[in-house]
């Protein structure tokens, strides 16, 4: 079965640089995008970022766009969110997802997730 295990997050200050990564197992990688979304207690998951199968193309939420940067290591069925001048609102539970097909869809484009891993940014 697929898995996805996140790994990165933590406590940095407002203005710091965090790096996520997701390691996935199960099917074949660069077969499926895969994404960045968040959460807040209480509150819908966010869309925060995806990547189709090879990389060349990515997207961004507006409250993310210049300061996030999603990639991909195919030979390390691996992606990561690198999020640098974090600001508080940026505090949230980040879970990766892997996409129904090789191209990213914002429309309900994904059907595995990870168990999430906290950021925490402090002001």
């Known amino acids: 079965q697929v898995q996805l295990v996140e790994s990165g997050g933590g406590l940095v200050q407002a203005g710091g640089s965090l790096r996520l990564s997701c390691a996935a197992s199960?099917?074949?990688?660069?077969?499926?995008?895969m994404g960045w979304f968040r959460r807040n207690p209480g509150k819908e998951r966010d869309f925060v970022a995806g990547i189709n199968w090879s990389g060349r193309r990515t997207y961004y939420s507006n409250s993310v766009r210049g300061r996030f940067t999603i990639s991909r290591d195919n030979d390390k069925n691996t992606v990561y969110l690198q999020m640098d001048s974090l600001k508080s609102e940026d505090t949230a539970v980040y879970y990766c997802a892997q996409g129904r097909g090789p191209e990213h869809s914002y429309l309900n484009g994904y059907e595995f997730w990870g168990q999430g891993t906290q950021v925490t940014v402090s002001s």
């Open positions: 199960g099917r074949t990688f660069t077969s499926y995008a």
